[in-house]
């Protein structure tokens, strides 16, 4: 009887290591296919997204794929098939561009303390939505067009604008003649403190940050 429990347990200790072993290889072959083949909605790409799992990395900060889908899923939600196709790496690539471009700001911000308050964001929302420039239902427009609310487009676009104007401007006056931020932005993108973990995005050139003017 000894014998016969010991030989069971070692069978049972044999099915939990190989189901641990298909388990790892499976989500090692799952996490391969997210960073080194293709972008698509597998249910890797969900845990990805789900998890925040790091898409690159800016100096001491990580762009993570829930970002990196976000602004995707919005850019292609009236897309045909055929258009996902046709501009799916172009548009990967764009992608990933500004959301470097916003994590070097933020950078510079973290560096000088610089922050936009909900306050300053709200007192901009409301000057614009009075002027001619914004659609006349602004929720409609934004849920029809972009499927956001008016909390995504303050967060999404209003507060980066807002924080790449402050950075801007404390950039000129930290380095007054020794160059622009713009330049700045080039270089520290072909620097090491760029890392990009998906392998299958094709390089373009940086994005500056689509702007909104009073």
Known sequence: MPQVKKNKTITILFAIFITLFVVVAAF??????????????????????????????????????????????????????????KYSS??????????????????????????????????????????????KDIDKFLSEKYD???SDYKEHVVKPSLLANK???????????????VEYIKDYRKSSNVVIFLQTIKPLPPLGNPSISK
């Open 28 to 85: 090692g072959f799952g996490f391969y296919k997210l960073y080194f083949t293709e972008i698509n909605d597998s249910t890797m790409v969900k845990i990805a997204d789900s998890l925040r799992l790091p898409i690159a990395r800016v100096g001491d900060n990580y762009i993570s794929y829930h970002d990196f889908l976000f602004i995707k899923d919005t850019f292609t939600r009236h897309m045909s098939d055929d258009e996902k196709s």
């Open 90 to 135: 172009i548009l990967v690539s764009s992608i990933m561009e500004q959301l470097i471009y916003q994590s070097i700001i933020q950078g510079l911000a973290d560096k000088w303390d610089i922050k936009v308050s909900d306050k300053e964001v709200d007192e901009f929302f409301n000057e614009w939505s009075k002027s001619d420039n914004a659609p």
């Open 148 to 150: 956001w609310s008016v």
């Open 167 to 181: 950075v801007n401007t404390k950039f000129s006056e930290e380095h007054k003649d020794k160059g622009n931020l």
